[in-house]
């Protein structure tokens, strides 16, 4: 059985620092998005979806509302609340799940279709605008819940619903002749599909997967023959993105660098990685990874971030990165998680890790308020509350979190990634197995379970704990994070010298029950630089501890941060405050203030380089940010 | 009679810096643009200015081409000639001018009505739409340019027309019951009724103009209310701006910010200096200063460019002055020197000319391509050419200049600007001759006639000499400009010793046929550094000689701008290069780069400070950026 036919990967998470944030899911998140759901949160816009439903099963009547993705939204909570049941088993949310499940399975038509948009508004129009009205984005949805709620529950029903409608969709879509030779204007059925194929074992729906991939961006192109038959307008005509919002503006074993609508990009690469990595194609391999350079080692932010501007929530140009008109969606940040787990399946190699790593303790926690009420959708370095308001090219960022959004697809998406956090946590290849996320839990592994310990990310020290005799031959392979430049590794309380090999430190040695590894990965605090070609970093010095980014805040540090500067002699004070933020490590470090002293008010002047007065830096996680109140925030501060 | 009852300031212009420009006005701007309005330049969009006019006439049959004001083309136009003509009499273009004004004046209505849009419409519709539909703009225009032609040529007829036009338009808007009580979307009117005054003397002209300027953003707001009627939508309801884009979000007498359209604000504050003066309101003047104020000590870059956003090419809020993403509209910056010679008109101090001369030596003129042919609508202080065409919220800055454009109203703003310069030089107050700007020629004011010698603004050197015996009891005030900090003044040789009061060296004696005044302006290169809440400039310095600020451009320093420093210790070695970019002054100083070496190819790495070489940075005047081909640009430079 393939990878994908794992029911999921067996790991059980209790971690200090992930409990929290995990705890806000079950509390906070799936309550509050299903009163969401059923147009019961009192001062928001309802949502229809669930009502969509019902009026597609004919048994309500009224009109199609919300956005034309709206039925998504009932996907990603059903698969939040799938992965939740697994370590928060929780009977009555069950019923409420299956019962939407059964909402969900009443609209599908005799020929298994299933999207409300079209059922209500008219079927003659289905399949005919794949690129813009995301049919085959909510069919991914819907095949990537299915697939979840079957694999934690074992019940079948919303997976059949599925399976139907993938058929339904195969139908219509394909290679063969009288088919329509299209492709999702918005992937995420790609990676669905290579899950689905993972329990199904069905073939058809790893070349259904397949056939997607490899559509996309051939000529004549598919889209524009669509726009002209439905006489569109393409929105995208006068941007410097045209298809390449869409991933669509070659092949994708072609494509070079990482363009366009990020999150679309992200979802895209993922699902790339899953068929080559089923294929075992070594040219769709080497396109996933030409795909992950030009994202990660040109187009990334220091958080994790992806996508450099608003203009369709889109990548830009090599080394384009500016910190206060970022777009760096959460969802892309999720996005590039999801891609590097699946390069980390491609290969085990610590750079995956490594960037993984950087946004789920970054770019992706910060789209949530620390209570799980509010939520960014774009996740800035640089704010200044007043640009946000009165610069109409800073307008979507946010001085503070949302509560909710039109387009709710961050905080369904940050749910459903922390209620499957165990996904990340460790993987297997060869004989070896690889740790590559340090989180408290059980790793259960063939042949190889492990009981780990650690206070990660606040502390370097991670202690692991053989349970059971091992099976024979087994490798332990341990991360060594790229931030990390000295480390040590005992076992049973001896020293143990091992090599490490692409970012992983790996143990041969019969493994014994009760037997300790101890892990310490040295974590102080350090400056970090971006690379001389990124304009907006140029000197500019961020505060990494760990996987950890810090930024400083108003509320800390008063406003006009551009005028404060730090030394990087500076040793910083690493301090753990269990009552700050839901209990943080902060820094202090010495740093300067430029002033107005001397200044006389004028606009410009002949003057000497300004006065400084030495001042106390505190800095925060980024990931906590905006949780006192507006004010300003900066990742880089000048050197 | 009124100061607007002069022909004109009595100045002629031969001055080395400024023929260059204005010879581009006779020889390319003029010619161009009258083959431009005439559909005649083969590569262009049509103009369908002049044939709006015969259509409108019944003279060719046709629907209306080009935008809502495209007849005010013909007007700015008429304008520039005009001035063209007083110091480069033309017989055959003043012919081809008288033409141009009889196709205008065959348009008019018999009730005076003359836009060709709505004649051509419909006129029922005339007077609806006072917010977008420019009528009273294209108007203020046709006053403008009917006042400078009877002021040159001495020729009535097109003055005539623009009286029964501004009859006609006061017919219909006025306080009066049954009138309409509205005002322009976009100002200039109220600056051409003074104009207009100052010819005729007719109080209604002074009357109107004084209307607009305080009927505007009286509450109920007439353009609220004029939606409502035509059903319009309201196209920055959402935005930051709303009505302050039209600066009608309160009276103007209230209003304490440069806001909105930067255009329009810096042309209805030219129309309130110029209503305050002649009205002597002291609460209008206080007004003017309070937006005076606000525009240039907190809301101007150092090149005189003023408008920080694209969105509504609008100011935005105190000190946010974006170098990269700045619009700094040509015609920003030309209204911004209307404004200062208006407040100089209001009051004698040196601050109105010191932004009138960083206007003009710098952001006026960099609209210009140096052969005359090309315009920047634009002026940005940072270009990456890259970012301008990879990032949709740079794409309204253009790395080099166009050729000409569908909103064309920076080439001709500039033409009619540079056409009558000798307006800036000097005014007249209280028996006392103040000399403005330092340009080569001759000022003939009210008994003193002076002639200038100067190779201003590459020497600090300014000749004066008395020709004739001056009236008994006239003073003559020199500025001292605000960027000089050393100076000397000798008359006939002896120095001598004089107060400075406001800016203006002030020499109260008798002048003689022949005195001879000696000005010596000391002019080093100076380190100009952004008060301290500029976030955009801080950490940076900018490079400016005598009224000229200085950039790096890529032809002569590479790319990666953002990697140079230089050291404030600094000493320029100034250079006049007579070969380069129409010969300018050159600056060359020592600077340190930025290198890659030793970063090993990382986006993000814990690192010392980058390594850096020493480089001999060559600074060329602003204003000639973009003359050599597309390259980075930068004016604020890492310190």
Redesign the interface.
Known sequence: MNHYGKPLTDVTLNDRFWNRFRETVVREGIPYQWKALNDAVEDAEPSHCLRNFRVAAGKESGTFGGFVFQDSDIYKWLEGVAFSLRWHPDAQLEAIADEAIETVAAAQQADGYLDTYYIINGLDRRFTNLKDNHELYVAGHMVEAAVAYFQVTGKRRLLDVAIRYVDCIASAIGPEEGKLHGYPGHPVIEMALMRLYGVTGDEKHLRLAKYFVDERGQSPLYFEAEDARNGNHFYWKN???RYRYYQAQQPVREQKDAEGHAVRAMYLYSGMADVARETDDAELIRACKTLWESA???R?Y?TGAVG?????EAF??DY?LPND?VYGETCASIGLAFFARRMLLLEPKGEYADVMERALYNGILSGMQLDGKRFFYVNPLEV?P??C?????K?HVKPERQKWFGCACCPPNLIRTLASLEEYVATEAAGTVYVNLYAGGEIRAEGLTLKVETNYPWEGDVKLTVLGDAAEGKKLALRIPG?C?EWSLAVNDEAAEVEVKDGYAVIDRPWRDGDGIALALSMPA??????????ED??KV?L?RGPVVYCLEEADNGS?L??V?VG?AAEAEICWEPDTLGGVVTLTTDGLR???DG?D??????????DTRPVKLRWIPYYAWANRGVGEMRVWV??
Request: with cysteine.
């Open positions: 941007s410097p993105l990660t080692r040109r990334m220091v450099s501007s608003e203009h369709g830009t140009f384009d008109t200044v007043e640009a308001e009165m610069d109409a090219h307008r931030w430049r350090r400056w970090v630089r971006a690379n001389p070609r990124v304009r140029a000197g961020a990494q006009a551009h005028n500067r990087c430029e002033t107005e200044w008010g004028a606009l410009y002047d002949f003057a000497d380089a300004p000048r050197n």
